[in-house]
């Protein structure tokens, strides 16, 4: 039987608006992967090591409080250093464009901002996860 | 830890996926403790981790934490909430805590958790801790792989029949009422006493507030004066006996079914299935027929 996709989803820094990752982490629940949610005020260290610990296929990362560029690419960073391979990452939340172009030269794959749907979320990760 | 952080951490992936631990991982098991925390949705059961966690830390002890939450049974996947709780300790290289699902497996655990159990023992984690999924009355797995269990609950939960009922209640240790803040301050701290005896184990009643703390001391106290109660009357060795006998039949059952399965898959097994569904033939009948095949293809 082929194991579910398992997904980690947090919120990096102090961004305490967690109710679109929340949203997020039941949408992927009910498609049926498994979804590790590690909630508010995660730092970027943290979320790695959770990621590592967990062994998860892929990082969602969330920000409505303007803090993306710095907490992202911290991420970004962080899993390079440690040489963790094979997971992918995406984000959402409230990103101006100019910083979507930025956030996917660092490697984030996809940004998903307001009003996208569960499904084309679910859709992505379907077509991009590598199972290993 | 002996081995690397990700190395382990594909071990467990694996481990989860249903293959087995290598033989000479097994070899070297048996040093660490082996706490289980259950109880039903809720009662901070995770929280309680967290402090517990800090406190072990505080000692010197490594800490591996499996944390169960349940698989969907519409549709397959898991919100996986324990680990929130105790993410402070994501960076402690000390702490390692892995979250799981229990993948239809009913119970209170998952099919893996024994063998993840085994490889934390393996790579030197001195204590190992497994939240079990929320229970009801009925998951006790956890007392088959558990040296030492605390039963979580909080106030206000049920009288004294509830306390009397067979199950949950009766495989617990050491009882946990946490959230004991709810009954005001200071409550944890009057209420609860560790136990000092080591030749009869008499089930202490800890109160214990994850919110503020109150509590964890006299509970990890708790779990030592148990182990001490373990190792000096020889219910250790009873208890580790009794958990590997568990242990080998749950594989056995789970290699049968798969047989049974399989069996079942067949063209002449499927039409006995339709009999019975046409009343044709009872399930006993069907059942007598189906496990000369089912036997034969064991061999």
């Given at each position: ?9 947090a919120k990096a820094g102090l961004d ?117 | ?57 505080k000692q010197g002890k490594t800490v ?174 009873r208890r580790r006996e009794r958990a ?56």
């Amino acid at each position: 039987m082929k194991r579910p996709i398992k997904v980690l989803i947090a919120k990096a820094g102090l961004d305490g608006h967690e109710r679109g990752a929340l949203v997020v982490a039941m949408g992927l629940r009910d498609a049926g992967m498994e979804v590790v949610y590690t909630g508010i005020r995660n730092t970027p260290e943290q979320i790695v090591a959770a990621a590592v610990q967990e062994d998860v296929d892929a990082i969602g990362l969330s920000s409505l409080s303007g803090g993306h560029m710095a907490q992202f690419s911290r991420v970004m960073e962080l899993l390079k250093k440690e040489k963790v391979k094979g997971v992918l990452v995406f984000a959402g939340g409230i990103i101006p464009d100019d910083d979507v172009k930025k956030l996917k030269k660092l490697g984030i794959k996809e940004v998903f901002g307001p009003g996208s749907s569960i499904a084309s979320i679910v859709e992505f990760l379907r077509k991009n996860v590598r199972l290993k | 830890m002996t081995m690397q952080g990700k190395e382990f951490t594909k071990l467990v992936t694996r481990l989860e996926g249903g293959e087995a631990l290598p033989s000479e991982l097994y070899a070297r098991t048996g040093k660490a403790r082996i706490v289980g925390i259950t109880g039903p949705p809720g009662v901070g059961k995770s929280s309680l981790i967290d402090r517990l966690i800090d406190e072990l830390r505080k000692q010197g002890k490594t800490v591996g934490v499996i944390a169960i939450d349940p698989t969907s049974p519409i549709s397959g996947g898991a919100l996986l909430g324990d680990r929130l709780r105790m993410q402070r300790h994501s960076e402690d290289e000390g702490v390692f805590i892995r979250s799981l699902a229990t993948r239809h497996h009913h119970g209170g655990l998952t099919d893996s958790t024994a063998q993840i159990v085994h490889a934390l023992d393996a790579t030197g984690f001195d204590i190992v801790i497994v939240e079990t999924v929320g229970t009801g009355q009925d998951e006790v797995e956890v007392a088959e792989v558990a040296d030492t269990v605390a039963v979580v609950l909080m106030p206000e939960l049920g009288d004294e029949i509830q306390r009397a009922k067979s199950g949950l209640m009766e495989i617990a240790d050491i009882l946990v009422i946490n959230k004991a803040d709810l009954l005001g301050e200071g409550k944890a701290r009057q209420e609860s006493r560790p136990p000092n005896k080591s030749e009869k184990w008499e089930r202490p009643t800890i109160h214990t507030s994850a919110k503020t703390g109150d509590g964890v001391t006299i509970l990890c106290e708790a779990v030592d004066a148990h182990h001490a109660y373990l190792v000096a009357s020889g219910e250790l060795v009873r208890r580790r006996e009794r958990a590997a006998r568990a242990e080998v039949i749950r594989l056995l059952q789970s290699r049968m079914t798969a047989s049974i399965l399989r069996t079942l898959e067949a063209p002449r097994a499927q039409t006995i299935l339709t009999e019975v569904a046409q009343r044709k033939l009872d399930p006993f009948d069907a059942v007598q027929r189906l496990s000369e095949e089912i036997l034969g293809s064991n061999k």
